[in-house]
């Protein structure tokens, strides 16, 4: 699998401190080489758009959609990013 990621994530990346910054990186690393790893929590989202969250944080999320081989990074921020995943 790869990444890409969307305006939207990239902007809200840049917004976090360079310690979440690290701890998404961490878990994007998971994603790519384990999606199954208990730390990502990942589920599917209550969404027509098929789009997906993970754990990156005890209090942070992050939202993916995955279109072939590729997952989509759409936002990341606290539980409030959820609401516009």
Excluded: C
């Amino acid at each position: 699998m790869k990444i890409s990621f969307t305006k939207t994530f990239i902007r809200d990346y840049r917004k976090l401190s360079p310690e979440l910054q690290e701890a998404v990186d961490k878990q994007l690393e998971l994603l790519l080489s384990n999606q199954r790893h208990p730390s990502l929590n990942i589920k599917k989202m209550n969404d027509p758009k098929n789009i997906w969250e993970g754990r990156a944080t005890a209090s942070h999320r992050f939202t993916f959609q995955i279109e072939g081989d590729v997952y989509v990074l759409r936002r990341v921020g606290t539980h409030d990013t959820l609401r516009n995943p």
